[in-house]
């Protein structure tokens, strides 16, 4: 690997840290938010000076509007955008609609493409993406999904009800995960302004950073032409893998850009602020956490790094993308609650920004996977891999 930024990948970047300070910082007190996220009003503005800067949407591909970012450049240019909660938002990166896109343009046909993903590619419009169940549904194990489609002529119709899903209010269009009467799984492709489509209610959660919020919804005989089916009938937990590897890693390249704004908070108060005869970053217990901060921070960087690499090699990255998954959700947790701690009080109050990036971010360890599954599926990699050279090393019996 070549650590270097290239001279263009140095100016979007410095570019994209401009842009978040002097366009979208100045915004994040704005009224129109909620506890479920950006108003459509503030978020289409958010587009559009996203748009006159240039930096919509940068990890689509020039076909379509986009940069054609590689991963090692969302890498480094999604980190500056995160370094605001409504940086993505902003520049068309956020969750589910980065996975979304990456997804549609690897598999949707040119039709669904220009019907679909264009329109979300110019910020336009919003997509959510449904596959989270209630209980006995799938959950962190995709293998328990609930929500059924069965042939219907040259349709088909879809039953079920989906939850956690992260900008469901307001989505134009979905992308639903669906079992087949074989037992396989399927992606289906809906417009979101259907009857047969129930907005249930917003569920209250910690964060408040998504557009649209995380919604609860219900399928009651959504019928889907097959001209709709997203990719190959009975190949959605391939497609699944597809957009997860990335998005995984997307999440933890975002969340890196609030741990560190997080960090140079408490480095720029606890460097002025006096307490028993100097300043608090020279009490060893302060500035410990300050250096345990940067290492977090580095070996976050160097795991997304790394994956993205491997990524632009060619690689699928599961076992890599769940590996950064754990690594920055917890390293980045680690220095925001450090971050918190140095701030005393005004941690824990609206006078900084590091008090929403505490509310925000601790569902990261949870969302696309669980630390302790990630873990576990590791686990079963890693055994499986000793198993298969210890029985190559002995050879034929």
Request: net charge negative; hydrophobic share 40%; charged share 25%.
């Amino acid at each position: 690997m070549d650590f270097s930024l290239s001279p263009q990948l140095r100016e979007l970047q410095e570019r994209t840290r401009r842009f978040i300070a002097e366009q979208v910082i100045p915004l994040e007190r704005d009224p129109r938010q909620s506890a479920h996220g950006p108003s459509e009003e503030l978020r289409r503005e958010l587009v559009g000076r996203a748009r006159e800067a240039g930096l919509l949407t940068p990890h689509a591909s020039k076909a379509l509007g986009g940069i054609g970012l590689t991963h090692i450049e969302k890498a480094v240019v999604f980190e500056e955008a995160g370094y605001s909660w409504l940086g993505p938002t902003a520049m068309n990166i956020h969750a589910p609609d980065e996975g979304n896109i990456h997804l549609m343009e690897e598999v949707a046909t040119e039709a669904q493409k220009e019907r679909w993903l264009r329109p979300q590619v110019e910020g336009r419009t919003r997509s959510c993406f449904a596959m989270t169940e209630p209980s006995p549904g799938a959950g962190a194990d995709p293998s328990m999904l609930a929500t059924t489609a069965v042939k219907d002529g040259d349709d088909y119709l879809i039953n079920g009800v989906k939850w956690f899903i992260t900008g469901a209010e307001g989505a134009d269009y979905v992308i639903i995960m669906a079992r087949m009467e074989d037992g396989s799984a399927t992606m289906f492709l809906s417009d979101m302004d259907r009857p047969e489509i129930v907005l249930e209610r917003s569920m209250d959660a910690m964060d408040s950073c998504f557009t649209g919020g995380h919604g609860v919804l219900r399928f009651n005989n959504l019928r889907v032409p097959a001209s709709d089916v997203l990719g190959e009938v009975g190949k959605g937990f391939r497609y699944a893998q597809v957009r997860l590897a990335p998005a995984r890693l997307t999440h933890c390249m975002r969340w890196l850009g609030q741990a560190r704004r997080a960090h140079e908070t408490a480095l720029e108060y606890t460097r002025r602020r006096q307490a028993f005869g100097k300043p608090l970053a020279e009490h060893e217990g302060v500035g410990f956490m300050l250096a345990d901060n940067d290492m977090d921070l580095h070996t976050a960087r160097l795991n997304i790094w790394h994956t993205a690499w491997l990524l632009d090699q060619g690689e699928k990255g599961n076992y890599e993308s769940s590996r950064a998954k754990v690594i920055c959700s917890e390293a980045e947790w680690r220095v925001v609650d450090r971050s918190v701690q140095m701030l005393g009080g005004q941690g824990v109050t609206g006078e900084t920004p590091v008090m929403r990036i505490f509310n925000d971010m601790r569902a990261f360890r949870i969302y696309d996977g669980p630390s302790e599954v990630h873990r576990w599926s590791m686990a079963r990699k890693l055994v499986h891999l000793a198993e298969t050279a210890a029985a190559a090393a002995e050879g034929p019996a």
